[in-house]
Structure formats: C-alpha cells, structure tokens
C-alpha cells in the first residue's frame, strides 16, 4: 500500500514470467523455533544464480515474505553486494499454557526459495512477484542468530529482527493476538498524521490539486457581483414604488360599500322638509340702478307671486330686471309687484310658467321657543342651500336698513330669533317648522363686527338670526298683491328719538313743527299728551322709541291696544284703536 514513503519491503520487479510460489511447510511441534533462509524451489530447468544483495540493500530480512508487487509498491533500489551474514535467533519459550504454534523451519538448500505468498495479499495477473533463479550450491554455513528476540505482536514490518530495522515509533499496547493470525496477517499502512487541532475562528484552508496553483481569492469579482445585485434591486424597488405611488398599488382597490337601500326620509326630518320645500324656493338676481344683487324667495300661489325682502329688490324698484330661478335649474323673468320698506317685504310675479309649488304658511303665533326649524336660501349665490336650528327668542325688536340717512329705509321688525345659519343672499328665504310650513321670512342677522343695529345681511353668521314672523308677512303680501301697497297702524304721535331714558317719550313737536300729537288721532283721543312716557304695550316693556314702532307694527290697523305710560311721575293706562297710514 503507498502512502508516500517507500516501501521497504518491496522487490524490484523483473520481466520474468511469474510462477507458482510453493506451498508453505506444515509447523514442527517443536515449541521454539529459529527463522532460516528461504527453501528453494524447484523449477522446470536450472534458474540463473540471483545476485546477492551486497552492502546497502535495502530489503527484506530472511524469513519474511515480500509483498506483492503492484502499481502501489514502488520498485526500490537494488546495489549488488556480498550478502550479509544473519545470525540465528535463539529459541523463544512459548509465553503461555495454551497451545503453542511454531513456525515452519524450511529445508536449507543450495538454492534460496521463493517467499512464501502472504494468504492476505493474492498477487494478480500484473502484480505477481518475478520467479527467482535457481543459484549453484553453496557451502553450509552457519544459521543466522537474530539480534533480538522476536516480538510477540509481529506487527510488520517491525516484527521480525534485522539491522535495517529503524526504531519503531511510540505506541500504545494493544491486547496480544494469537502468533497464528500475526504470522499470515496483512502489512498495515502506517499511522496517518493526526490532523491539526479545530480552530472555530480560523479561515478554512483547502489543499491544491496536484499539478494546479493554489486558486486565488476572488474577493474583488464578489463585491463587484454585489453592487451589481444592490443596482438591480434598487432600481426595480424605484419602480415598484412609484407605480404604487401614482396608481395606488399593483392590483386593483375596491372598497367595500353599503348595498342601495330606500332613500325616503321622514317627512318631520331635516331631509324630509327640504325634500318638499324646495321645489317651492327661487333664487332671485336683481340688476339695475348702477347695482346687483342676490337674494331668496318662495312661491305664494299658482298664479306666480314670490314673496320676498324689499332690500332684495330695491335696485330694480324704478328700472331694473329681475330674473328668477327654481330648484329645477329653469330660469324666468319676473316684475315688481309691490313693496314695503317699513316693513322690508316685497313682491313679484313670474308669467308663464307651470308646475308651480306653493308653500303652505304656517302661524307664527303658535311658534314656541326652542322648535326646529330649518332655512332655505342662496348665500352668497349658493342655490338650495339649507340650514337648520331652533327658535332661540320671540318678539325681537329689530330695526334694519337707514342707508338712505332719512329714515325712510328703516324697517322695524317683532322677529323671530332664530340660529340656523343665515348669510348673505338668504334674505327673503323661508324660515320652516317641522311640518314644512312657513312661519318666517329670513330677513336680517347680527353680525360679529356690527356695534350696533341690525345688518340687512352683509356679514356672516354667527347664529344670530332673525325672520320677519309669516302672519305678519302674510298680511302685507296680501295688501301688495291686491293694491300694490301696505298699510300701517298708527297711534298718531311724533316720538323724541333722542330720549334716553328707559320706555318712549312723545316729543314736544312734531315734523315740521307741527303738533306732536296729531288732532283727532289714535292718540288724541285715548287723553295722551306731548311729553308723556310710555313704558308698556298690552303690558309687554319697551324701552325705547324703536321698541314701540315694533310692537305697534306688529298688530293691524283697527286693533284695539292698552298703552301704560307714566305722566309727572305717576303711572297711568290708555286704551286706544289702532289708525292706518299708507306705508311706502
């Protein structure tokens, strides 16, 4: 077997074909033994004399067989020499009770015999050892004496004695095998190296092929490899992103939804009213006089009639066009039928035009603070717009307009307070109960930045709302339909407007000097005098002169009304019947 050193006890091969080796000597009973040359063997015709190995051989000691040689057992060198002389080895005592076995003592003759065939190596047809020449007779001579006595172990080639020997390495003792199976046992390779001790840390180190240079490391094509990879995949994670980005993932969203379901609503809720007061609601545009605006109304009957603010008309009042537009989208052209300042109502007519809706008119006289309501209009030209809220007070004495400077644009309102958004362009929209009837007429709001006074709707909101109360609106609707005027009740007084203190006071002269309280009047006749106070009206408080305008406006002409004043300090009662005057 090679293992990478020579193999000592090998023959050089040689051309001569191989023979058969002979059989091995039964073992003598006697229980020592002494190793001799090799028996020779007979051959068909006398072999050629073998060459003695002289000094320096390197070969097998007598008596042990050579191997077989093959492709794994080199040929060694062979220098031609005398051989040497081998002592005999002295007798071994058998080392036990136990049946003792001898080896086979060969017959010296004047040829050496052939080396007895190892049993666990079986030459081959290319590996058989080369015959051995028979050699002319010899002198006898001595048999050779070992120089140790024989190891029990016979581990080869270190079993039997002979001056090539080298020293055998450390082992460790191993049980005794029977002599028997050591004679006949195969050559063992020798100890392979231990391999070196495991480093965890350490960098594994692979042997080169034989006749390759070592491979060297490819760090530089590696770290190339990975920049490439982290390139690609950046790149396509670029794009990947930016398609999600733009088209919002790589399949298809759909998002979950309600099934359709019925779309009626009560008819007391917010979408149930505007649901039928729509269709009733126009928004109105108003172009002339150098101005324009936007405002709301609702249709009054079939016959076309819009009820609506003055201040919403009042740039179409002596030339001017008024354009109307429904719910629907269609649009129509109307006229100015007539209007009140003092009371900031108006009305116009559309012809033509079918399938009008009226609304219902409700009775503001039985609205209690705190009911829903719900606002309809055009803020800031918003068409349909709705809004909803409550009754926040009763019987608010307002007072609106006075852009003019004479008074003759004032208007005096008992409103109703409402904080349903209201903005510009809801002025002359309705202000609706739970039953979608009107009970008011949106008309002013209380804005954030006004000192004082009302504003006729230039300011948002801030839920100070008011409406002109619908049995109010009513009545001056069916005035200027039938005469295209509205009447006022009066008490026939000029009242001190700059009187500070707490109620109305009559004033010392009216208009133009003439009597504050006019001959034959209302007043005149229920015993009231030039500088009395009035504090209360059907026995509700006024505190100012405006006050008083509200509430006396707030009635018909003909009502009858109990007036409490206070004259040089003492309280007094009127009673009195409400006069009329044409309003303008």
Do not use: C
């Not at 530089?220 to 993932?249: D, K, N, S």
């Not at 109307?334 to 079918?354: E, F, Q």
């Not at 009635?555 to 309003?583: A, I, M």
């Amino acid at each position: 077997m090679k293992n990478g050193k020579p193999t000592w006890w090998s023959r050089p091969s040689s051309s001569t074909p191989p023979t058969t080796p002979a059989a091995p000597a039964e073992p003598a009973e006697d229980t020592d033994f002494t190793l001799a040359a090799p028996a020779p063997v007979a051959r068909g015709t006398a072999p050629e004399p073998e060459a003695a190995p002289g000094p320096g051989t390197e070969g097998p000691p007598p008596g042990v067989p050579a191997p077989a040689a093959g492709p794994d057992a080199p040929a060694g060198p062979v220098i031609p020499g005398p051989a040497p002389e081998v002592p005999a080895a002295p007798a071994v005592p058998a080392p036990s009770a136990e049946p003792e076995v001898t080896a086979a003592v060969p017959v010296v003759t004047d040829a050496p015999a052939a080396p007895a065939p190892d049993p666990a190596v079986q030459p081959g047809p290319e590996t058989a050892p080369a015959p051995v020449p028979a050699q002319t007779a010899a002198p006898e001579q001595p048999a050779p004496q070992p120089l140790h006595a024989p190891d029990p172990y016979r581990t080869p080639p270190y079993g039997e004695p002979g001056p090539w020997a080298p020293a055998p390495p450390v082992q460790r003792p191993v049980p005794p095998v029977p002599a028997a199976q050591v004679a006949h046992a195969a050559p063992q390779p020798p100890t392979a190296p231990l391999a070196p001790p495991y480093d965890p840390w350490g960098v594994p180190q692979q042997a080169p092929a034989e006749g390759k240079p070592p491979r060297k490391p490819r760090r530089g094509l590696a770290l190339a490899g990975a920049l490439a990879f982290a390139l690609v995949t950046g790149v396509i994670g670029g794009g990947v992103g930016a398609y999600i980005e733009r088209h919002g993932g790589i399949s298809t969203v759909e998002l979950p939804q309600s099934d359709p379901e019925d779309i009626g609503r009560a008819p007391e809720s917010v979408a149930g009213i505007a649901a039928r007061a729509l269709p009733g609601v126009v928004t109105i545009h108003v172009s002339g006089g150098g101005s324009s605006g936007t405002g709301t109304g609702f249709v009054l009957d079939t016959g076309g009639h819009i009820l609506t603010n003055n201040h919403v008309v009042d740039a179409a009042a002596s030339a001017g066009e008024i354009s109307v537009t429904f719910s629907n989208g269609e649009s129509a052209r109307a006229k100015l039928i007539g209007r009140d300042t003092g009371y900031d109502l108006a009305v116009i007519r559309v012809s033509g035009v079918s399938g009008l809706e009226p609304l219902r008119l409700g009775n503001s006289e039985n609205v209690r603070v705190g009911d829903p309501v719900v606002a309809i209009g055009a803020p800031f030209d918003l068409s349909n717009t709705v809004t909803s809220g409550i009754i926040s007070a009763k019987e608010r004495p307002i007072t609106a307009g006075g852009e003019k400077g004479d008074g003759s644009d004032i208007s005096y309102v008992d409103a109703l307070q409402t904080d349903a958004p209201i903005n510009p362009g809801n002025s002359g929209g309705p202000l609706l109960d739970s039953q979608a009837r009107v009970i008011g007429i949106n008309s002013a709001i209380r804005a954030a930045g006004n000192s004082g006074g009302e504003s006729g709707g230039q300011s948002g909101s801030i839920g100070l709302g008011f409406a002109i109360p619908i049995n109010q609106g009513k009545r001056v609707a069916e005035e200027l339909i039938n005469t295209g005027k509205a009447t006022h009740p009066v008490i026939g007084v000029s009242l001190d407007m700059q009187y500070g203190g707490d109620g109305a006071r009559v004033g010392a002269k009216g208009k133009g000097g003439a009597a504050s309280v006019t001959p034959g009047g209302p007043a005149d006749k229920a015993g009231i005098r030039p500088g009395d106070v009035i504090t209360k009206v059907d026995g509700q408080r006024v505190h100012s002169g405006e006050e008083l305008i509200v509430k006396i406006r707030a009635h018909r002409p003909g009502d009858r009304l109990k007036l409490t004043l206070t004259r040089n300090g003492k309280e007094q009662t009127k009673t009195l019947t409400l006069g009329t005057s044409t309003g303008g």
